[in-house]
RNA sequence: CGGGGUGUGGCUCAGCUUGGUUAGAGCACCGGUUUUGGGAACCGGGGGUCGGAGGUUCAAAUCCUCUCACCCCGACCA
C-alpha cells in the first residue's frame, strides 16, 4: 500500500472527546472515527488491525474443533421470551419493531439463538460434543459508552457456544477454551490474565475472565504474588487472619458527640478502625438488612448480591432515614438492633472487645462481642478484598492491579437449555437437556486493549502480530529518482517476500512523515534518505526499541525480512502451530 | 437515570462575565516560491446558518426558555 493513496486521516492533536491513550490514539492514527456516542466506524488501518485479531481468534477455535458459523444480529423476541431474558435484559437490550409490529432486538449476544438452533437440529448424543462460533456485531445500548472501542454500544465480538452430553465433556470443551484463550492473547503480544470472576446475567457457576493488565482498566483484580491465585476484585477472598484471644471485658457506653464516621470515632477514642465494627444499613424489596463489617473494609456488594439472591438493593439514601425513626443515623450498632436481618461479614468473628454504634445519639459501646453482646445468625464473606490481604490458597499475599476484560468463559450447564426445552436423546434413551459452555472475547475491545498496553509519547507499538502492516517504508525524498527507485525496489521485493508493508511516498517534509509513521506505530522502519544512502545504506528502525541499524543496500530485503520473521516468532506467529488437535 | 460540564471553519481553542464594526488565532486545506533526516519558511487564497428552535432587544455567538448532541463521575459488561 502506498500512503499517498491510502485513507489514513492522522491528527496532530487529540479530539477534546477522547480521554484515555487507546481512544486518543486510534483518533489520532486515523483508526477510527465516531458516529455517534460508542459506535464507530473502522477506517483502513483499524481494520487490518481488528481483521489480524479475527484471524488469530479463528486459527486457534478451528484449532481445538470448534466451528465457524454466522447468526444474524437481528433477532426476534420469541426465543428472548423462552428464556425469560426478555424482560430480565432491560433497557440495555435494543428493542425495535418490524414495519408489522413484529418485536425484534439488535442481539447483545446470542444464547437463545444458538440454543434455539441446537434444540431443532441435534437430538442425539451422538452429534455432541459441539462447539460452534462465530464474529458478530453485538449491539448493548450501555447505560454509558465511553472511552472509544473500550466500552461501545456497537461492538464486534467472538462468542462461542459449547453443548456436551455430560459434565466431564463440558469440562473438557471448557478446558480446550481456556488454553485457546491463552494462546490467542499471547499471539497478540499481550500481557494478560485469567481470574476467577462472576457470571452475572449470562449465567451458570464456574467462570474466568481474561484480563489484559492497564491502568486505564475498570476492573480490579487480585493475584497472589506467590501462587497462581488470580481472581476479579467481585469474588476474590482473602485468608482469614488468626482469631484474638483478648480476654473479653465488659461492654460500656461512651459519649460520642458529633463522631459518626468510622475515621472519627477511631480519632476520638483512640482505637484502630479494624477495631471498629460499622452497621450498614441496605433496603432490598421494601425491608432493611443490616451488614456488619470491620470498619476498614469495605462492602462488595457484588457478594452482597450473591447472598441476597437480587441486585435490587441500595445502601439507605438520606431520605429515606426519615422512615425509620428507630433508626440513629451515624450511631447504628448491633446490639438491640431487633426486627431487622443482619447478616455479618466472617471477620467480624475473629475480633473481640469492639466498637459498634450504640442506637443513641451520639454514643457508642466499647468492648462489644458476639455472643455476648448479641447474636449473628448469619455468617457470610461480604467484604471487599484488597491489596495486601492474605492468599487463601497459600501463606503468600495478594496484590491488586488493574485490567481490561477481554475474554470470558462460563461453565453456563443447563441453565438455557432446561428453560428453552433444548434437549437431546442420551445413550439411555431418554431426553436430557444440553450441558453447555458459552466463551466471549471483545474483538473489538482488544484493539483498545492492545493499545493501552503498547504506546509511548509517539504514539502506537503495535506487536508485530496485529499491526496493520509490519514494515513502513519512508522515503524522505520520493521526488529524487535514486531514492525513488530504491524505495519502490524495496517495498516491490519485500511484498513479494511475503512482508505486509506500507510505503510512505507522499511528498511532505521528513518530520511529519516521522512522526505518522511513529504514530500509527508499525513495528520495523525502513528510512531511505540521502544521509545513508551516501554510505550505501538504509536505516532501519524499531519502534518498539527505537533502535537503529544499517543495512547495506545490496543486502536489505532480506535481512529486513529476516528481522520480521525473528519478531514474528516472537509473538508466536510461526505459521506452523496450525495441526489439528484431537 | 441522577450529578457535573461542553457545543464557535476539518482539528485544538479564544471571544460570552459587562449585548454594539465585516466573528478571531494556531494547526489542517488550496496556489506559488524556497526548502528537504524529526510535525519547514515566506507570499497569496478558500472555508462559519457561532448545535437547533423560539423569545427579549434598535441590535444576540454573548441574555432568557425549550430542545438536541457530545464528554466526565456513579449503577452494567466482551
Redesign the pocket.
Known sequence: MRFSILFA????????????IS?KLLL?AGMIR?V????YSFLPLGYRTLKKIENIIREEMDRIGAQEMLMPALQPADPWKKSGRWDQYGL?MMRLKDRNGREFALGP?HEELITDLAMKEVRSYRQLPLTLYQIQV?F?D????????????E???K?AYSFNANMGDLTASYNDMYMAYNRIFSRCGLEFRAVE??????GGKVSQ??MVLAEAG??TILYCGTCDYAASQDVATSRMEEPSTEEIKKVKVVDTPRQKSVDEVSAFLGVPADKIIKTLIYKYDNQLIAVIMRGDRDVN??KL?TVLGT?NFHLLTGAEWQDYPGLVQGYVGPVGLDGIRLIADNEVSLIRNFVVGANLEDAHMINVNVGEDFQVEEWADLKMVRSGDACPRCQGTLISAKGI????I?QLGTKYSEVMGATFIDEDGLPKPYIMGCY???????VAAAIEQNYDE??IIWPVSIAPYEVEVVV??Y?RDEQREIADRVYTELGKMGIEAVLDDR?????????????IGIPV?V???????KSG???V?IRSS?E?KEFPLDRAVDMIVELVKRMRADVGVGGNSVEQAG
Not at 528510512?527 to 544512502?533: A, F
Request: glycine share 10%; no cysteine; charged share 35%.
Open positions: 486521516p492522522t491528527l496532530k492533536e487529540s479530539p477534546a472527546e477522547a480521554e484515555i481512544h489520532r465516531k455517534a456516542a460508542g459506535i440495555e449476544t453485538k448493548r450501555e447505560i454509558r459508552p465511553r472511552f472509544g472501542l473500550m466500552r461501545a454500544r461492538f464486534i465480538m462468542d470472576a462472576a457470571s452475572g446475567l449470562i475472565e481474561f475498570e476492573d456488594e457484588e448480591a441486585t476484560e477481554v475474554g470470558h462460563f466471549g472475547i471483545g474483538v473489538s475491545r482488544l509517539g504514539g524522505l525524498n521526488d511528498i511532505e517534509s521528513a518530520g511529519k512523515k516521522f512522526a505518522d509513521a511513529d504514530l522502519q528510512v531511505i534518505g540521502t544521509r545513508t544512502l545504506n538504509i536505516e528502525k527505537n537503529r
